[in-house]
Nanobody
């Protein structure tokens, strides 16, 4: 069974950085592509980035390309999201999830499941 827990959120100033973690307390971690999504108040959940089982494929949303980096450490059962040069538009609750269907590159939340509880990221000027 997979149980995902996000951590690392917080409040930062514009242009600051945060590193989010998504840890799995279950097994068979490296069988799954993992995605990060975010949801701001009043908005739909949107794709941020994903990483393939091996870590070699990492698609990103256009809004975060060049600023965010997703990596995975299978030995640690953890996926990281390094976020640099943050702006107010990045304020949201960030979630990680397993990709249950489709292929790496899918940006639909409907293709993902076993969502974590989320971690809040707030960027202020």
């Amino acid at each position: 069974q997979v149980h995902l827990v996000e951590s690392g959120g917080g409040s930062v100033q514009v242009a600051g950085s945060l590193k989010l973690s998504c840890r799995n307390s279950g097994d068979r971690w490296n069988q799954w592509n993992i995605g990060w999504f975010r949801q701001a108040p009043g908005k739909e959940r949107e794709f941020v980035a994903a990483v393939s089982r091996s870590g070699s494929i990492t698609p990103y949303a256009d809004a975060v390309k060049g600023r965010f980096t997703i990596t995975r450490e299978n030995a640690e059962n953890t996926v990281y999201l390094q976020m640099n040069n943050l702006g107010p538009e990045d304020t949201a609750v960030y979630y990680c999830a397993l990709q249950l269907k489709g292929s790496i590159g899918s940006k639909s939340p409907d293709d993902f499941g076993s969502w974590g509880q989320g971690t809040q990221v707030t960027v202020s000027s």
